[in-house]
């Protein structure tokens, strides 16, 4: 099976710097994803590492660590629209399994 | 190019009723996967199809819940008997490629939100 850690909540005003981490256990590894969900809608894909190091992407940057089975996501220049549930997912085989979920809440 | 569209977007039964639901995969789609949300959770796994084949259906419950996705039309998630724990928000999700393997990207409809009384 697959199991997933992330911290449940942060809290952090604008224009700041957030890191969600992101430990994991799994067999058949291949990737980490990360994915935004506002207000229970549409999950929305971000980004994806499948090799160790830090890929960016505008404000979001994501890393991955397969030696320590860990990943962080990011968010930079912290906007009020960054208010949202993030969650990192372990590509294994053919699916991805998704953790529970950190609620980000951006105050101004 | 549409994106994944799930109908109906909220469905209330009654304990004992059955719930469809349906999910159409953006087009060129055919991989497609079921995931069950509960509030102030994570996504859970449900189903995995591709076209006219359950691929993996670990994740579902052995009763009463089925899920097809026939050669035309759109993937059915069907529930029967529903009782209260069913309530939940269903997502769907689908991917030209295997999700795992190749780009850890799925595209996600909206959810259908079931609410059983």
């Known amino acids: 099976g697959q199991s997933l850690e992330q911290p449940s909540e942060v809290t952090a005003v604008e224009g700041a710097i957030v890191q969600i981490n992101c430990t994991y256990q799994?067999?058949?590894?291949?990737?980490l994803s990360w994915y935004q969900q506002h207000d229970g809608g549409a999950p929305t894909f971000l980004s994806y590492?499948?090799?160790?190091g830090l890929e960016e992407t505008g404000r979001f940057s994501s890393f991955l660590s397969r030696s320590d089975s860990y990943g962080y996501l990011l968010l930079q220049e912290l906007q009020m629209k960054d208010s949202a549930s993030y969650f990192c997912a372990v590509g294994n085989d053919y699916k991805l399994s998704f953790g529970a979920g950190t609620t980000v809440t951006v105050r101004a | 190019n549409a994106g994944v569209m799930q109908n109906p977007r909220h469905l209330v039964r009654r304990r004992g009723q059955e719930a469809r639901l349906r999910c159409s995969p953006m087009?060129?789609?055919?991989?497609v996967y079921w995931y069950r949300q509960l509030p102030e959770e994570g996504l859970k796994f449900m189903v995995y199809?591709?076209?006219?084949?359950?691929?993996?259906e670990s994740g579902m419950p052995k009763e009463r819940f089925s899920a097809e996705f026939p050669k035309e039309g759109p993937s059915i998630l069907r529930i029967q008997q529903v009782v209260r724990g069913d309530s939940a928000a269903y997502f769907c999700?689908?991917?030209?490629?295997?999700?795992?393997?190749?780009?850890?990207?799925?595209?996600f409809g909206e959810g259908s939100r079931l609410t059983v009384l």
């Open positions: 590492n499948a090799l160790d």
């Open positions: 799994t067999s058949g590894f291949y990737g």
């Open positions: 999700a689908s991917s030209p490629t295997q999700s795992g393997q190749n780009t850890g990207e799925l595209f």
């Open positions: 199809l591709q076209k006219e084949n359950i691929i993996d």
């Open positions: 087009k060129g789609h055919s991989h």
